[in-house]
């Protein structure tokens, strides 16, 4: 059985930094692009970066391109997820999935347990 679980969330100031990590089980996560999403209260899902089986290239969204970056160690079939700079605003529970790029835009398959990241102004 395929699943994706991540950890890592908590409680952080504005201007924190906290890293999310994603363990992969039943599938090789070097085989697909893997990528994370979040759910904020009272918002609709985002998309938040897809990063490419090889790790050679990622997207970003705009409202976390420069402040966040994701990386594979594929050793460990986990991708983590680095968050910097963090506001109010990324205040979500965060998912991993596979992602693949859609007709408008990229889309996300199954997730599983997300990561709480709460940040406080």
């Known amino acids: 059985q395929e699943r994706l679980v991540a950890s890592g969330g908590g409680l952080v100031q504005s201007g924190g930094s906290l890293r999310l990590s994603c363990v992969a089980s039943g599938f090789r996560l070097d085989y697909y692009a893997i990528g994370w999403l979040r759910q904020a209260p009272g918002k609709e899902r985002e998309g938040v970066v897809c990063?490419?089986?090889?790790?050679?290239?990622?997207w970003y969204g705009d409202s976390v391109k420069g402040r966040f970056a994701n990386s594979r160690d594929h050793s460990k079939n986990s991708v983590y997820l680095q968050m910097n700079s963090l506001t109010t605003e990324d205040t979500a529970i965060y998912y991993c999935?596979?992602?693949?790029?859609?007709?408008?835009?990229?889309?996300?398959?199954?997730w599983g347990q997300g990561g709480q990241v709460t940040v406080s102004s």
């Open positions: 990063h490419s089986s090889s790790g050679a290239g990622a």
């Open positions: 999935a596979k992602c693949w790029a859609g007709v408008a835009g990229y889309e996300y398959g199954e």
